[in-house]
């Protein structure tokens, strides 16, 4: 039995889940809401202040699906209560990080700055020059904005220049050495 998927997932106050037809889930929650449409194999109850999430026999594929339907679930649940974040740090050299309204203005070393508009959902702040922080109440949207900003510029093994997460750690390599 999937270990993950057969944990309930305990409602918070002020959120509410609603299960529809073919498996649609709503999750309502002080930050705002999330649906979502998952496999229609797995059988999703809400059962108090629980979600339960079950499988019909144990093949491979519905042992697959019931831990991730478990954790889409409860990412759900978390992004409407707490919501997500993801840090980037900028290093380099006269690399920095600015915004302005929606707009997240990036200097990598470019001829030309580049330029990124937050999307639905997702929310940027920049703190000093190098720390970029995304935020937003869908984890897949925080961390794919999140790897669309590192994509701009991603950090290199022999300075370390380029954006990283703040918890990266980039594997270093040694420079070239002089002939003797």
């Known amino acids: 039995m999937s270990r993950i998927g057969r944990m309930p997932i305990a409602i918070p106050a002020g959120v509410t889940v609603e299960v529809a037809e073919n498996n649609k889930v709503t ?4 930050k705002g809401t999330l649906e979502r449409v998952l496999p229609a194999e797995m059988e999703i ?3 108090g202040a629980e979600v339960l999430v079950s499988r019909p026999n144990d093949l491979k594929k ?3 699906l019931h831990g991730l339907t478990r954790t889409l679930v409860n990412n759900m649940v978390v992004g409407v209560t707490d919501g997500f974040e993801k840090r980037l740090e900028v ?3 006269g690399y920095r990080a600015a915004k302005s309204g929606k707009k997240l203005t ?3 070393g470019y001829s030309h700055p580049v330029e990124m508009e937050d999307p639905e959902g997702i929310e940027t702040t920049v703190d000093g020059q190098n720390l970029i922080i995304v935020k937003g109440i869908d984890k897949e949207k925080v ?3 999140a790897a669309e900003i590192r994509d ?3 950090p290199e093994p022999y300075k370390g220049k380029g954006i990283k997460y703040v918890d990266e750690t ?3 390599k040694v420079g070239k050495t002089g002939k003797k």
Do not use: A, Y
């Open 143 to 145: 961390g794919q904005f």
């Open 45 to 47: 109850k809400v059962e």
């Open 62 to 64: 519905m042992k697959s």
């Open 106 to 108: 990036l200097n990598l």
């Open 152 to 154: 701009k510029r991603r």
């Open 170 to 172: 980039i594997r270093r």
């Open 91 to 93: 290093n380099g050299v």
């Open 27 to 30: 999750v309502k929650g002080p």
